[in-house]
């Protein structure tokens, strides 16, 4: 899911569409043509830009036509895939997988060295893979990345045909969640070199080793669909026939194609959810991504700059924002208050089963308190000796909800922040994005959400010298906590919890970053359909169990 950076840049979950339309309060009907041929309808907010796995910027659906030695189940949990079997050595840096007899979408047998020759394609520089930076923990696989190494030498091997070993620098205690990611499945080397450059440029041009496979995509177009993988080890278990997704970016067109019996589900604006909010088919999806303000610490004003490694007006600015009021009425979306940088729903401590997003709140960093906003503020001013503070906020303008966010966020700072003005900058998605990486920003509407559910898909964010640090923070405390979590406890789950709860903590009591909301998406769902598998990160959505009826 490649939904890093900006607010307004891809969000990809396969069924999103989010904005401002004003509709007709009309009764959703029920439609139950498509129960006997178990064909179901959906829409996806963009089409989609590629179905190679090594090149992808999402993941969202293609867990269901692509897996890897495990799928993710329930619960962000992993469950079997094309591993029957697996092992780990003692120290954890060593993990064996053993493939049950699976096929290809083709009938040729799905090998190990289709894992090996896969991960090595992807990891190449050549290749550009967005998401390389995934198999980092993999013996020589930055080395590899960084152009100072053969892909050749990454740590993977086969032992055989059906064993797979997996050879790691250092424990990964969400090793097993991370391969359930259609990052890491199998490719098949043979028909790559058959079909030569058409390889993924069309649906016909690609091999399946999910419970479906793909169908009617040209690489261009707003429509493909999902037919059910006849080849697939547990076909048994996939009910539906069919899947067609149709891409609609205007949701009164979802609303539309939904009563007419066109799609089975529709994602909500902010306007519909206030209509449809008490209707009995209407559905709420949380998702991992969360939003928030980040700072840029090296900012080239020195003023500004010194405003921003102010931990005080940092403090002010996160205190002087009523979340409730935001997620409630201003978005009136759904969207939940955060309690921190981890959303809520991505991971659970491994000894008391608490939520991660509970355990690290602090009081009186991400909570509203107007009059001790003002205090820190104050506070601020003084030390600084200042009376007036200009900031510029960068936001995409490429969706309606930013620019509501940015408008809320100027008034009500401006309010209870004397000697605050805030102007807003809203250019192109791709263009904020662009200037973020550039360090050309004072504050930036920012957001993130989870490749896999562990909450380091988020706390590696602000670590130094991290990739997507762009406002250069650099807190020695939680970069010791992080690299503690990394390394020396890599190895225990409730001592690497620990550490990274305490990170967590120690970032939201310096406000390194300000958390404004974690992304819940309203829909309308048909109530024939039941057995969806939806996740907040990874592969949000699986359809293998999911039936009409």
């Known amino acids: 899911m490649n939904k890093k950076g900006l607010l307004g840049t891809v969000i990809a979950v396969v069924v999103v569409g989010i904005g401002v339309y004003a509709i007709a309060n009309r009764k959703p009907t029920s439609d139950t043509k498509n129960v006997a041929d178990q064909t179901l309808n959906l829409s996806a907010a963009a089409p989609l830009d590629t179905i190679d ?267 002087a924002i009523n979340r409730d009021q935001l997620t409630k009425k201003v978005l009136g979306d759904g969207s939940s208050t955060p309690t921190g940088l981890v959303p809520e729903k991505v991971a659970t401590d491994p000894k008391t089963g608490t939520d991660f997003a509970k355990e690290q709140v602090v009081k009186n960093t991400v909570d509203y308190k107007p009059a001790l906003a003002k205090q820190y503020w104050q506070k601020a001013l003084k030390q600084l000796e200042m009376k007036k503070v200009n900031f510029e906020l960068l936001a995409s303008n490429d969706d309606p909800e930013s620019s509501i966010v940015t408008q809320y966020l100027k008034a009500q700072l401006q309010k209870e922040l004397p000697g605050l003005t805030l102007n807003i900058r809203a250019i192109p998605g791709n263009s904020a994005t662009s200037q973020t990486q550039k360090g050309d920003f004072d504050i930036s509407l920012s957001g993130w959400g989870a490749d896999f559910n562990d909450p380091i898909s988020h706390l590696q964010i602000p670590v130094a010298g991290t990739s997507y640090n762009y406002g250069k923070y650099n807190n020695p405390t939680y970069n010791k906590l992080i690299a503690k979590a990394n390394n020396q406890d890599a190895n225990s789950s409730e001592k690497r919890w620990q550490d990274l709860v305490n990170a967590s903590r120690a970032l939201n009591k310096d406000q390194g970053l300000t958390p404004l909301y974690q992304q819940v998406t309203a829909y309308l769902q048909k109530p024939t359909i039941h057995g969806i598998i939806h996740n907040t990160a990874g592969t949000q959505w699986n359809y293998k169990y999911a039936y009409l009826k």
């Open 53 to 319: 796995i090594s090149k992808s910027t999402g993941y969202g659906q293609t867990g269901n036509v692509f897996e890897s030695f495990f799928r993710l189940g329930k619960n962000g949990k992993a469950t079997p895939g094309l591993a029957d079997k697996y092992s780990v050595s003692r120290d954890g840096k060593t993990w064996t997988f053993h493939l049950r007899a699976a096929k290809w979408s083709n009938g040729d047998p799905i090998t190990a060295q289709d894992f090996v020759y896969s991960w090595r394609r992807t990891i190449n520089p050549k290749t550009k893979s967005e998401y390389a930076y995934l198999f980092d923990s993999i013996k020589n696989a930055t080395s590899i990345s960084n152009g100072k190494a053969s892909a050749d030498t990454l740590g993977i091997h086969a032992n055989g045909k059906h064993t797979v070993v997996v050879e790691l620098e250092k424990p990964v205690s969400y090793f097993k969640v991370l391969m359930a990611y259609p990052l890491f499945a199998p490719q098949n080397e043979n028909f790559i070199n058959k079909v030569g450059n058409k390889y993924a440029t069309k649906s016909q041009y690609m091999l399946y080793s999910g419970p479906f496979k793909m169908v009617d995509w040209t690489g261009t177009g707003n429509k493909w669909s999902f037919v059910k993988n006849n080849q697939y080890w547990d076909k048994k278990q996939v009910k539906l026939h069919r899947i067609n997704y149709t891409v609609v970016q205007n949701p009164s067109t979802g609303i539309d194609l939904y009563q007419q019996g066109k799609l089975d589900l529709t994602p909500l604006s902010t306007e519909q959810v206030k209509n449809f909010k008490n209707n009995k088919e209407y559905r709420q999806y949380p998702y991992s991504y969360n939003t928030f303000l980040k700072y840029n610490f090296a900012d080239e004003n020195t003023t500004k700059r010194k405003v921003i490694n102010n931990r005080n007006a940092r403090l002010a600015i996160s205190l």
